[in-house]
């Protein structure tokens, strides 16, 4: 079985536009700082991350390669061609961290077929963050991603995963498009039972920050303005 001296390395981003180093631990500066060549979503985010919290950094010496929804399955093992030549690779979320909800994982499980050593940094993951911050089980939970946006399908999903956290005593985590927020906990308030719980988890480790869990009876009185805001919901029915 042959190594590669080239690593994949696993960069954690920040959830919002604040300082890199208020979140990100200074391991994450240093690979930074020797790393030219990374894979990101999107070049332009991914070059003012890397200016902000690497500031000397020469920004034409970096190799970019973009992976989209746009990007071709058969163009992602090319990527990481350079390991084979004993140059690492850099990782990049648009935030948080790669390979958690985040096109990244099949990257990750190509470098694992090559047998390039992977290596994830430490950053702050929202999913975790929400459920570390909920009070919900963190010992049995599950994140679904966006739910359905017919307003039938999404009543039967909410349902279900309702009926899904009480018969496995399970969180449910999901998440929306940020501009339709306000109608999700609308539409959690009127269609779960009134005593399931309900965690909002909002622009987590910015400065305004805000994570309230109550039920659903009880967010139907205790309005929040999540426009635009990036939310994390998290639901359990006890």
């Excluded at 536009?17 to 979503?41: G, H």
């Excluded at 990481?80 to 499980?109: F, M, N, T, W």
């Excluded at 994140?143 to 995963?161: M, Q, S, V």
Aim: proline fraction near 6%.
């Amino acid at each position: 079985m042959t190594t590669h001296s080239g690593k994949l390395y696993l960069i954690p981003t920040t959830l919002g536009d604040n300082d890199p180093l208020e979140v990100l631990p200074v391991t994450v500066k240093q690979i930074i700082e020797q790393t030219d060549t990374f894979i990101v979503e999107n070049e332009k985010t991914a070059r003012r991350f890397i200016k902000r919290i690497c500031p000397e950094k020469s920004q034409p010496s970096l190799n970019l390669f973009v992976l989209n929804k746009y990007t071709e399955a058969t163009d992602l093992p090319n990527f990481l061609e350079p390991c084979s030549r004993g140059i690492h690779v850099g990782l990049l979320s648009e935030a948080g961290c790669p390979g958690v909800a985040d096109p990244g994982a099949d990257v990750v499980k190509i470098a694992h077929d090559k047998n390039i050593k992977v290596v994830p940094l430490v950053g702050p993951s929202s999913i975790l963050m929400a459920l570390m911050s909920s009070g919900m089980n963190g010992q049995s939970f599950a994140f679904n991603g966006y739910l359905p946006i017919d307003k039938g399908e999404r009543k039967a999903e909410i349902k279900y995963l309702e009926r899904l956290s009480f018969e496995r005593n399970q969180s449910q985590l999901f998440i929306e498009t940020p501009y339709r927020n306000n109608k999700m906990i609308e539409d959690l308030s009127a269609i779960l039972e009134s005593n399931t719980n309900v965690c909002v988890a909002c622009d987590i480790t910015l400065p305004n920050e805000f994570i309230k869990t109550q039920t659903a009876n009880q967010w139907k009185k205790n309005k929040v303005d999540l426009h635009k805001r990036p939310t994390l919901f998290i639901i359990h029915k006890s």
